[in-house]
């Protein structure tokens, strides 16, 4: 069975505090997405060259990746000539399947956080300035509380103003401990200061910020370099997780930024955020074909709980439950 009768399966007609979540969140991506292909299926009486063209230009602007496009589109093609297929309005299923099958087939996307088996797990959070570093450590933290996990903060964005006291108020908030240096200082004390207080407080997770300025790359990876020297000296397992947080708002743009850092340090999992505020969700796959980096989380709004751990039929169905008779 593929995934688009799977996935209409187990959600349509029913709906978790978790799929609503997926829904609200990727509402405009899908109504767009879903819209087009609608419409699309509507102009054509017969699948042909054009209308192949024209999903084409659907899923590139969806943001899904020009190679990947050509793959999926390949896919479709080979599935539609085999079974006969020539109304557009019987693809839906395949179109979906065809999509999500590179992606679902790779076994080794895991989207758990990596904890250390015993002792601290240190997170490094990088990402350009904007990108949603401050608001997503403020959310992860709160999850961890709530699953009964301790947590402490490390303020290493110490480039931009005021980016210190942002988290601090966000720790105040979750009354948990952030560890801060001045305005200006070297990232990397602060780093050490808080793997020091945390391994003496004996939380179980400290997650750093960081100031991702990729204009200045080899600046940019030296502080990274630095930043993990001094981690890997008392916890030799860590960092056990640095997640890239991309703006998904920013497109192709994003993707690239992520193809940057991704050669300036080792990225173990990427957090997408600002996927409420984007119409175009295809990113998901083209970071997945530019990068094979895991995406573990995904920001689908402000809130506290608005922070979602990726999961890939939730969002699936999110972006197309429009197009499974809904
Ligand atoms: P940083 O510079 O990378 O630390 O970015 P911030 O954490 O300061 O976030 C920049 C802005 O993005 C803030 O206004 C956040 O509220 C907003 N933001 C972060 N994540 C999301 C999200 O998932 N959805 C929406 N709508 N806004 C977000
Ligand atoms: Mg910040």
């Given at each position: 069975m593929g995934f688009f009768s799977k996935i209409k399966e187990t959600f349509v007609g029913k709906s978790t505090k978790q799929n609503e979540k997926y829904v609200a969140g990727l509402d405009k991506s899908s109504t767009s997405f879903s819209d087009k292909i609608n419409s699309l299926a509507a102009r054509y009486r017969e699948i042909n060259d054009e209308y192949f063209d024209e999903l084409e230009n659907i899923l590139i602007m969806s943001d899904v990746g020009v190679n990947m496009v050509m793959t999926i589109v390949d896919e479709i093609k080979k599935e539609v000539r085999l079974n006969n297929i020539k109304d557009p309005h019987a693809i839906n299923d395949i179109i979906v399947d065809k999509m999500f099958v590179i992606y679902a087939n790779d076994s080794i996307m895991s989207t758990k956080i990596n904890y250390a088996k015993e002792g601290l797990t240190v997170i490094l959070m990088v990402g350009v300035n904007g990108a949603g570093k401050t608001t997503t450590i403020a959310k992860l933290a709160n999850k961890m509380l709530k699953e009964g996990r301790t947590v402490m903060l490390a303020a290493g964005d110490t480039f931009r103003a005021g980016a210190i006291d942002q988290l601090d108020v966000w720790a105040k908030r979750l009354g948990i401990t952030c560890v801060k240096g001045k305005?200006?200082?070297?990232p990397s004390s602060v780093i050490y200061d808080g793997v020091k207080q945390a391994k003496e407080a004996g939380v179980d997770v400290l997650i750093c910020d960081t100031a991702g300025r990729l204009q200045n790359k080899v600046g940019l990876m030296r502080e990274l370099e630095k930043m993990n020297r001094i981690i890997k000296k008392s916890v030799p397992d860590g960092p056990q997780e640095t997640l890239l947080v991309i703006d998904a708002t920013t497109g192709q743009n994003g993707v690239n930024q992520a193809v940057e850092f991704s050669k300036i340090t080792d990225i173990t999992g990427i957090v997408l955020t600002k996927m409420d505020g984007t119409?175009?969700?295809?990113i998901v796959l083209s970071i997945k074909d530019m990068l094979n980096i895991p995406v573990k989380f995904i920001g689908l709004g402000e809130k506290m709980d608005d922070l979602q751990e990726f999961d890939l039929e939730q969002y699936i169905y999110g972006l197309c439950h429009d197009l499974m008779g809904e």
């Open positions: 305005e200006g200082s070297d119409a175009k969700g295809g």
